[in-house]
């Protein structure tokens, strides 16, 4: 313990005081003197004597330290999860801009799994919510958690928005993407039954990726705090997606205001054996190709077949009488609850989008010496 001695005139004492634990005042000084018996004694004059341990102000710097060294950590792993939301949020953001041109100037979209899948669930009902294409949607999404990400990185957000609410703001954006991806994954089991879409795939891992990043910096009470929030946001979602689609028509959206007569595309391949034997096959087990004359992947499905064996087909046109505003499938059609075009009814199975011969094959139960015997 820390004490202080104070002497008017000089006295002899014996002075304990730890090594290294007295401090000098300027005008002090310590004298040593021998006495008869050659024992020293000690000549104080004004002195300081401090107790070994760490001073009230060493302590406050080591608290400092602590607290300095614990906020960089925090900051640190903070900065790390907002510079994962900029990097997932601009992935997100070129894929979705480039279905978006792919929307908007009604082009091919190039699909990496094959058989025309991407471009019918992009050409379909599904793609547009009030009116305005998905993927519009989704890239002002993906722009705003990059944007904000970034802002959050470097502590400058707009507005005198503090940190606090910049984080709200970004989980609410990436709970509502998550909320719209799981809207859409149970869309594509559903109405696109045995349809694969690779960009709606990658869309769904990024929204839910960023936000069980963006979920990951908060803790088990301020959660507590956000999850009626997040509910919510959740179900607005739902409702909204909802509300939307429930007076849609499995009608490629792209025709909402076109007045089509029905035409022929003719069939300009040339059928081989293997694809004429595949046709008759496919005639006597009942198989049925649903599609509309101003499909491209039907037009595209026939060609595979070639000109002679594509007239085998069992083939059903959707709209035989052309298609306009307001114009309905014939009843065959609906009564088969046709998602998209081709499908494909094969003994009890329903194939969506077009398809190699040798998949209607497998499918269809064409036994491999016939495949043989026709090559």
Not at 206 to 235: D, H, M, N, R
Request: neutral net charge.
């Amino acid at each position: 313990m820390a004490s202080l001695v104070s002497l008017s005139s000089p006295s002899f004492l014996s002075l304990r005081c730890p090594p290294r634990s007295i401090s000098y005042y300027s005008q002090g000084r310590i004298d040593f003197a021998r006495n008869g018996w050659g024992c020293r004694r000690l000549l104080v004059l004004p002195a300081k004597c401090s107790s070994s341990g760490p001073s009230g102000e060493d302590a406050d710097s080591e608290a400092e330290t602590t607290t300095s060294v614990s906020s960089f950590s925090s900051s640190s792993v903070s900065n790390l999860t907002y510079k994962w939301c900029a990097g997932l949020g601009g992935i997100g953001f070129v894929e979705t801009t480039y279905l978006t041109y792919l929307k908007l100037t009604n082009s091919e979209a190039f699909c990496p799994t094959g058989g025309g899948n991407c471009g019918d669930i992009l050409n379909s009902d599904y793609a547009v919510v009030f009116g305005v294409p998905l993927p519009l949607l989704g890239m002002v999404a993906y722009g705003l958690v990059a944007a904000l990400g970034l802002q959050l990185t470097r502590k400058n957000l707009p507005f005198g928005m503090g940190e606090s609410n910049g984080r709200l703001i970004l989980l609410g954006s990436t709970t509502s993407m998550a909320a719209a991806s799981a809207y859409f994954l149970y869309i594509l089991g559903t109405k696109f039954s045995g349809a694969s879409c690779s960009y709606c795939l990658m869309s769904a891992l990024l929204s839910f990726s960023l936000f069980f990043i963006t979920l990951k910096e908060y803790e088990l009470q301020e959660i507590q705090k956000v999850v009626g929030l997040q509910l919510f946001i959740a179900s607005l979602v739902f409702v909204t997606l909802n509300s939307s689609y429930s007076t849609s028509q499995p009608v490629s959206t792209s025709l909402a205001e076109l007045d089509l007569p029905y035409f022929t595309t003719e069939i300009t391949t040339t059928s081989n054996s293997f694809a004429l034997s595949l046709a008759k096959h496919l005639r006597s087990v009942g198989a049925k190709m649903y599609g509309a004359f101003w499909c491209s992947h039907c037009v595209e499905q026939k060609q595979k077949f070639g000109r002679e064996a594509a007239k085998l087909l069992d083939y059903v046109e959707c709209f035989p009488d052309g298609y306009r505003k307001g114009t309905k499938m014939i009843k065959a059609c609906t009564d088969a609850g046709i998602e998209g075009f081709p499908m494909w009814a094969i003994n009890g199975q329903v194939l969506s989008g077009e398809q190699e011969l040798s998949e209607l094959a497998q499918a269809s139960g064409f036994q491999f010496n016939e495949l043989s015997e026709t090559t």
